[in-house]
């Protein structure tokens, strides 16, 4: 690698005699710390450790730190930022995978109705709303986006035999917006390609995908945590109302059958 040194009045010198260099630098009584970090690159042994240091450390703070650190400042943001997230995630959606509902209006205000009826004693901040859409290839299926918007596929209504049943859905999605679920896995994946820029430098060809791979693999593991929280929600909920957790787990397994996903 060229050795270049800058000079305070802007000019450049770049030479390949790295030995010159030092020599050079020596006779100066300077480079101590590049002369130093030149013997560990060529020591073998401790540049491994070093490698190994470094992924135990990376892993550890994406394991961890990273969750931490987006719950905290998903927690610290204010709902106004939700609110954007939200309607501009909305917009993308219906421009690449949805089409407007084709639910009867009648049974779109009995379902708009019945969830302002759950969320009335909550005052939570949210501002929740229900959005009813044809979901095409996405099937049965509901989720919540920032700010309390709580998508459900007409395909979803239609599976579901009773009002019960779409209740149970509908206080799972909740549980996803008090926890802010969405924007924490939002903030996880910027900071675990920020930790990934950080550590590998210019993330690029291959590297991109390897720098990938973190994320998918911490998105999976804490989407099951926050998909466990949202279930401990709902059934709470549900025996609140006095309604068995079976409403929930029978429409589960019939969304397992048409391979959705809650």
């Not at 025996?239 to 397992?256: E, I, K, T, W």
């Amino acid at each position: 690698i060229p050795r270049r040194i800058a000079f305070a009045d802007g000019a450049v010198f770049e030479t390949p005699d790295n030995d010159a260099v030092d020599a050079a630098l020596a006779a100066l009584g300077e480079g101590r710390f590049s002369g130093w970090l030149g013997r560990w690159e060529r020591h073998w042994p401790g540049a491994v450790a070093a490698l190994a240091v470094v992924a135990l450390v990376s892993w550890l703070f994406v394991q961890f730190g990273i969750p931490v650190l987006a719950g905290a400042a998903a927690r610290a943001m204010p709902a106004s930022v939700d609110a954007m997230i939200g309607s501009e995630g909305l917009e993308l959606l219906d421009a690449t995978l949805f089409a407007p509902s084709e639910l009867p209006d009648s049974r779109k205000a009995q379902l708009t109705g019945r969830l302002e009826a759950m969320i009335a004693r909550l005052e939570d901040g949210h501002d929740y709303r229900l959005e009813l859409r044809r979901g095409r290839r996405v099937g049965p299926n509901a989720f919540a986006l920032p700010s309390g918007i709580i998508v459900v596929t007409d395909e979803l209504v239609e599976l579901a035999q009773d009002n019960e049943e779409i209740a149970a859905v509908l206080a799972h999605e909740i549980g996803h917006v008090r926890g802010r679920h969405s924007l924490r896995l939002l903030l996880q994946d910027a900071g675990v390609a920020a930790l990934a820029l950080a550590v590998l430098g210019d993330i690029g060809s291959a590297s991109s995908l390897a720098a990938a791979i973190p994320v998918v693999l911490v998105q999976a593991k804490h989407s099951r945590d926050f998909e466990r929280e949202a279930d401990a929600f709902a059934r709470q909920w549900l025996r609140g109302q006095g309604m068995p957790d079976a409403r929930f787990d029978a429409l589960l397994c019939r969304l397992a059958d048409a391979d959705g996903e809650i």
